[in-house]
Structure formats: structure tokens, C-alpha cells
């Protein structure tokens, strides 16, 4: 099996670096930062945080209990503990000096009713701090849940992700906190959502594993959209603690952060579809794609090698979560904590 993983991982590294997918024909990639702390290796989401000047991240499984905190430049200010031992935390979120960080994921087995963990002023100080538990319950069945968002008014909104699209749900406002929460759905998602995040101006940004989508934040229909990066696993959306533009970011060891362009058009995305014989996914154009200015390709074009192998980079993540959960049993219940943080401010 780790024979077989490690070539598997090495194809997809190859295919991307041959075909990626840029998150705009005329943008250049550029990498804000690199998030090179050895503990970060499966970052699934992005919070931006003026008030401590960073961006929050977590690792969906294997921790207990950890929230990391990096400086502008990807370092690692100092980590948020709390006393929980959480399963498949893939949505974070950071409005009026609260830090949300939600147990929302379902890719092993998809939940009715989500737990969210409310922290009030957070601190990168390596502390145990405490915490509301917020409870949201779907009305038409189990999910899997990697988007979050925090309304000005207190309302929760999350995103369900599947193959085909998912669901926007909103709660009420200022839910209550260690009671159920029921969640209405308000519109329907494009596929395969893994993070959000609001603009400055109040504009709802989802990111999925292929492209950008700016929604209208009262009747959830899309604005603009636009391709995103061809990253290996793309999992993360904020916007920056200084610029303009959004911040996009993927899980692995040394992972790299990405600068892109708000979408400000209806551009063509790909469409991620599931295979007939196999759990593998394939990436086919939209009709009529928008051409290269350089060169007349479009910016879909992933190659029919890159288009298999991101249906395997897609079913490594669901091995790499078994094993990890294998091996983070309560047994193993705070191997984390004799982990050294840097929290040097």
C-alpha cells in the first residue's frame, strides 16, 4: 500500500506540474506564503484575523484539540488549544473577536447535526481556552460539510459538498449555545464546495476544488466566478490581512498559499464529473471555454492524464483519512500536547 500510495501521489505531482489549471489565463501564480510548520500537513480551511494579526488554520484529523496561528508570512505565532478530541474539523471562521471552528466534515461517514466550538477572544499563547458548543442540524439529511460562514447578526451559514452540488443552509440568528439548531435551506451550491469566506463589501466568496464563486449575499445567486488554481487538494479561502484579492490554499507538508483575482465576470469553470465504473472524478470544460491570450488554449485544459489523476488525488484523501483516524484513536488522546509551539508573539 505505501508503495503503491507514494506512486500514486507522485503521478498527480507530475500531472499538475505538466497541466495545471492557473486561476486566471492572464494571472501569474503568486505564492503569499508557504506554511512550513512540520505539525501543519492537512490544513483545511483559512480565517483571517486582524485583531491578533493572523490567519488561523487547523488540521481536519489527527489533532486534539489544536488550532495554529500564522503571521503574514506562513511562520507559526502560536497555537489555540481546547479540550476536545474532534473528528474531521474542516471549516473555520473568524467575525467580532470570536474564532469559530467547526466539525462540519462527513467524507467518512456524513452527519445530520454539525458541532461548532465558539471561541471568545482567542489567543496564539499555547493555553487551553474554553468554549460555547453550537449544535446545527440539517433538515434533509446526513452531509458533508467543509464551508462555514459567520453573518454580522450572528447567523451561521454552511455549505454542503457533493458531486453533483450542494445545499446553503442558514440558521437563525444569534444561535443558542448547547442546543440543537435548526437550519433551513436557502439555495442550492455548485459542486464540490470545500471552503467560503465574505468579501470587505459583503459579497459571499465559495471555493471549490476547481473555481472561484462570488455570490450575492441576499438571494445566493452567483455574480461573478471564475477557474482557481490548479493546487493539488485546494481546501482553503480567505482574504488577505493586507491587499486586496483572496487567498487560496491546499493541504500537504510545506503547503503553498496562493494570491489570486476576485472573479469579476461570468467566466466558463470546469465541471467535475463522477466516472460511471470508478470513484475516480474527471474535470470536462464548460461550454464555450475562454482562450488563452497567449498561446489559444483554454484555461481548463488539464490534460487527459491530469484529469484522471485528480480523481486519484480525490480518493487518496478519503485512505489518508482512515489511516489517520486509525491512528489518532482516543488511546492516543493528547500526543499533541507534547508537541512544542512557537509562541513567541
Known amino acids: 500500500m505505501r508503495k503503491l500510495t507514494a506512486c500514486l501521489v507522485s503521478a498527480v505531482l507530475i500531472a499538475l506540474a505538466v497541466n495545471p489549471v492557473p486561476a486566471r489565463a492572464d494571472e501569474p501564480k503568486t505564492v503569499e506564503f508557504v506554511i512550513s510548520d512540520p505539525r ?3 490544513s483545511s480551511g483559512l480565517a483571517t484575523d ?7 488554520t487547523m488540521n481536519d484529523v489527527g489533532d486534539p484539540g489544536i488550532v495554529y496561528a500564522l503571521r503574514a508570512d506562513g511562520s507559526t505565532k502560536g497555537v489555540l488549544r481546547y479540550d476536545a478530541q474532534p473528528a474531521d474539523v474542516e471549516s473555520i471562521a473568524y467575525v467580532g473577536g470570536r474564532l469559530y471552528v467547526g466539525e462540519t466534515g462527513g467524507n467518512r461517514e456524513p452527519r445530520q447535526t454539525v458541532v461548532v466550538r465558539r471561541f471568545n477572544q482567542p489567543r496564539p499563547d499555547g493555553s487551553t481556552q474554553s468554549f460555547d458548543t453550537l449544535l446545527f442540524t440539517f433538515p434533509d439529511g446526513n452531509k458533508d460539510t467543509e464551508a462555514m460562514l459567520v453573518g454580522a447578526d450572528g447567523s451561521m451559514t454552511f455549505v454542503s459538498k457533493g458531486a453533483t452540488g450542494g445545499g446553503i443552509y442558514v440558521s437563525a440568528r444569534q444561535p ?3 442546543a440543537d439548531n435548526a437550519l433551513t435551506k436557502v439555495a442550492d451550491a455548485p459542486q464540490y464546495v470545500t471552503d467560503a469566506t465574505h468579501l470587505p463589501d459583503g459579497r459571499i466568496v465559495l471555493r471549490s476544488y476547481v473555481a472561484l464563486f462570488v455570490l450575492d ?4 445567486h452567483v455574480v461573478a466566478q471564475g477557474p482557481a488554481s490548479g493546487l493539488v487538494q485546494s481546501e482553503s479561502v480567505t482574504v488577505p490581512l493586507r491587499g486586496t484579492g483572496l487567498l487560496i490554499g491546499t493541504e500537504g507538508v510545506d503547503s503553498e498559499v ?3 483575482s476576485i472573479p469579476s465576470g461570468m467566466a466558463n ?3 467535475i464529473s463522477p466516472s460511471p465504473t470508478t470513484s475516480a472524478v474527471t474535470a470536462t470544460p464548460s461550454p464555450e471555454p475562454v482562450p488563452d491570450s497567449e498561446n489559444g488554449t483554454a484555461w481548463w485544459s488539464v490534460g487527459a492524464g491530469g484529469v484522471i489523476l485528480l480523481g486519484v488525488a480525490l480518493g487518496l484523501r478519503k485512505v489518508r483519512e482512515r489511516l489517520v483516524v486509525r491512528r489518532n484513536e482516543p488511546s492516543d488522546h493528547g500526543s499533541g500536547d507534547e508537541r512544542e509551539d512557537e509562541s513567541n508573539g
Do not use: A, E, F, K
Open 176 to 178: 443558542s449555545v448547547g
Open 269 to 271: 469553470v470546469p465541471v
Open 50 to 56: 486582524t485583531d491578533n494579526d493572523v490567519y488561523w
Open 217 to 220: 449575499p441576499h438571494d445566493y
Open 40 to 42: 501543519i500537513t492537512q
Open 258 to 260: 496562493l494570491r489570486v
